[in-house]
C-alpha cells in the first residue's frame, strides 16, 4: 500500500471519519491558499524541528498563519538551540519527504523518537487539513480525532499557546 492509502485505512479501522481533497503537490501553506484547498477547514502547518545536539525531535503542529518564534519555543521545551532539522531526519524519523510532513508521520516514527507539540489554538476549529504522508491530499478530520490518533498511538502531547 502507498503512504496515503495507509493513512486512509487507519482512519477506517479506527471509525474516524474524514474528508478527502485531491490536488497537485503543494509544497507551502501558501501554495494551498492559492488552490484555494484552505476555504474547507484550517490548514495545519507543522514544523519538524531537533534541538542544537540533535538529540530530541519535535514536530510542531500550529495554525496555518501562525508564526514561531523558535526562541520562545526552544524556552517553553526546555530546549536549545532550536532549528529546522534535515531532510535525512525528517526521512528518519518520520519517514516524510520534506513537503509531506504531516502528523500522521507519527506512525511511521516506532521508537517515539519525536516529541508532539500541539498548539492550543488548534481545539477552537472545526475541522483541520493535514497531509496523509503525502503533499497531493489533503485529509480533513476533527481536532479530537486527529488528537485521538496521535494519542493511540502512544504519544504524550504538550499542548502550547503559540
Same mark, same amino acid.
Given at each position: ?28 501553506? *501558501?501554495?494551498? #491558499? %492559492? ?5 474547507? /477547514? ?6 519538524? @524541528?531537533? !534541538? ?35 531532510? *535525512?531526519?525528517? #526521512? %528518519? ?5 520534506? /513537503? ?6 507519527? @506512525?511511521? !516514527? ?53
Amino acid at each position: 500500500m502507498r503512504a496515503k492509502e495507509s493513512i486512509y485505512q487507519r482512519l477506517e479501522d479506527m471509525g474516524i471519519g474524514y474528508e478527502l481533497s485531491e490536488h497537485p503537490p503543494v509544497y507551502t501553506v *501558501e501554495e494551498m #491558499e %492559492k488552490l484555494e484547498i484552505d476555504k474547507l /477547514g484550517v490548514i495545519v502547518k507543522n514544523l519538524f @524541528l531537533r !534541538d542544537g545536539k540533535g538529540k530530541r525531535h519535535f514536530l510542531v503542529l500550529i495554525h496555518q498563519d501562525k508564526k514561531v518564534d523558535l526562541k520562545i519555543l526552544q524556552a517553553k521545551l526546555g530546549s536549545r538551540g532550536l532549528r529546522f532539522a534535515s531532510a *535525512e531526519r525528517l #526521512e %528518519k524519523y518520520l519517514g516524510l519527504e520534506k /513537503g509531506a510532513v504531516s502528523p500522521f508521520g507519527l @506512525l511511521n !516514527d516506532k521508537d517515539h523518537m519525536v516529541e508532539v507539540v500541539l498548539d492550543d489554538d488548534l481545539h477552537n476549529f472545526s475541522r483541520l487539513g493535514v497531509h496523509p504522508n503525502d503533499n497531493t491530499a489533503t485529509v480533513w478530520i476533527s481536532p479530537l480525532d486527529l488528537k485521538r490518533v496521535i494519542l493511540e498511538e502512544g504519544y504524550v502531547i504538550t499542548y502550547l499557546r503559540l
